[in-house]
Every structure is written in structure tokens, then in C-alpha cells.
């Protein structure tokens, strides 16, 4: 009976870190062109987009995933957010003056995504 409980608890820790902690690291550097961001199974893919300061950059996320914990992206610490359709690309255009590393999440930041500003 123990080990069934430990077993069962194993099994949602090891949920718990895949759905937390192991989501896709890959990156993009542009200059000017759309970033195409599929929003589905509760990632952004590609989760890191580094872009170059003061660059304009324009991201157009894909959105997938019809539930409403998906339907709005926030962009933390730049003031700004977007509602995203599913059907149609939905794009969102920035031009970060400052370099650092800003968060964007779903409105309940079950979504991750990391826009990575360089100087
Ligand atoms: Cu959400």
C-alpha cells in the first residue's frame, strides 16, 4: 500500500517537473522579420526569441490551443498584451529600448516564453 502511494506521488512529481520545468530551449535571432510562435499543449514554441535593441521585431503567434488559458499573451514589464484568435496569425510588433530579459506568459502564466533583449 505504501509503495503505491509512493509510486503515485512519484508519478505526479515527475508530471508536475515535465509540465513546469522541461519545456523547449530554442531561440531565434532576427532583424526585422516575424517570429512565428506556436501556441499549443501549454508552450510557446519557440519559448526564447532573442532580438537585438531598439530592433524592432514582430512576433506572430499561431495560436493552437482552443482553450481559454491560451487566448491572451502578456508581455511583462513592456506594457503589453494581445488577445489571440485561433484560426488567423496574430501579430504583435516591439521595439524594446531597453536590453534585459522580459517574460511573456498567458494571462494565468501557465504559458512561458522568454524574450531575450541584447544590447
Ligand atoms: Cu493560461
Given at each position: 500500500m505504501?509503495?503505491?502511494?509512493l509510486?503515485?506521488?512519484?508519478?505526479?512529481?515527475?508530471?508536475?517537473?515535465w509540465?513546469?520545468?522541461?519545456?523547449?530551449?530554442?531561440?531565434?535571432?532576427?532583424?526585422?522579420t516575424?517570429?512565428?510562435?506556436?501556441?499549443?499543449?501549454?508552450?510557446?514554441?519557440?519559448?526564447?526569441?532573442t532580438?537585438?535593441?531598439?530592433?524592432?521585431?514582430?512576433?506572430r503567434?499561431?495560436?493552437?490551443?482552443?482553450?481559454?488559458c491560451?487566448?491572451?499573451?502578456?508581455?511583462?514589464?513592456?506594457?503589453?498584451?494581445?488577445?489571440?484568435?485561433?484560426?488567423?496569425?496574430?501579430?504583435?510588433?516591439?521595439?524594446?529600448?531597453?536590453?534585459?530579459?522580459?517574460?511573456?506568459?498567458?494571462?494565468?502564466?501557465?504559458?512561458?516564453?522568454?524574450?531575450?533583449?541584447?544590447?
Amino acid at each position: 500500500m505504501l509503495w503505491v502511494n509512493l509510486a503515485g506521488l512519484l508519478s505526479i512529481v515527475l508530471i508536475v517537473y515535465w509540465f513546469w520545468l522541461s519545456r523547449p530551449r530554442s531561440k531565434k535571432v532576427t532583424t526585422g522579420t516575424a517570429i512565428e510562435i506556436l501556441v499549443e499543449n501549454g508552450v510557446y514554441t519557440p519559448a526564447r526569441i532573442t532580438v537585438g535593441v531598439g530592433h524592432p521585431v514582430t512576433l506572430r503567434f499561431i495560436r493552437k490551443d482552443v482553450s481559454p488559458c491560451a487566448e491572451q499573451v502578456i508581455f511583462h514589464g513592456l506594457g503589453k498584451s494581445e488577445t489571440l484568435e485561433v484560426g488567423r496569425p496574430n501579430e504583435i510588433t516591439l521595439q524594446v529600448a531597453q536590453a534585459g530579459e522580459y517574460r511573456f506568459t498567458c494571462q494565468m502564466q501557465m504559458y512561458q516564453g522568454t524574450l531575450v533583449v541584447t544590447p
